[in-house]
């Protein structure tokens, strides 16, 4: 019986190691989750600054003062 106790001991332990993985694994999955909501956001900010400050066409462009 000692020895069956041993097992179940040691699997116990290994489990409870897996557990502590898996949660562990869980909040990096979620904060990096959170790093690409972020970034997604920032990347359509950025994408929208830049279609407002494009290069206009010749015709439209000021000339500069010196002209």
Same mark, same amino acid.
């Given at each position: 019986?000692? +020895? &069956?106790e ?5 699997i116990e332990?290994?489990l409870?190691e =897996?557990? #502590?993985?898996?949660?562990?694994? &869980?909040q990096v999955?979620?904060? +990096?989750?959170?790093?690409?909501? #972020?970034?997604l956001?920032? &990347? +359509? ?5 830049v279609? /407002? /400050?494009a290069?206009k066409?010749?015709? /439209? /462009?000021?000339?500069?003062? =010196?002209y």
């Open positions: 019986m000692p +020895q &069956n041993e097992r179940f001991v040691n332990v290994v409870a =897996h557990e #502590k993985m898996l949660d562990d694994l &869980n999955i979620i904060e +990096q989750g959170r790093t690409i909501d #972020k970034l956001k920032q &990347n +359509q900010y950025l994408l929208s600054r279609g /407002e /400050e290069v066409p010749q015709s /439209e /462009e000021t000339p500069p003062p =010196h």
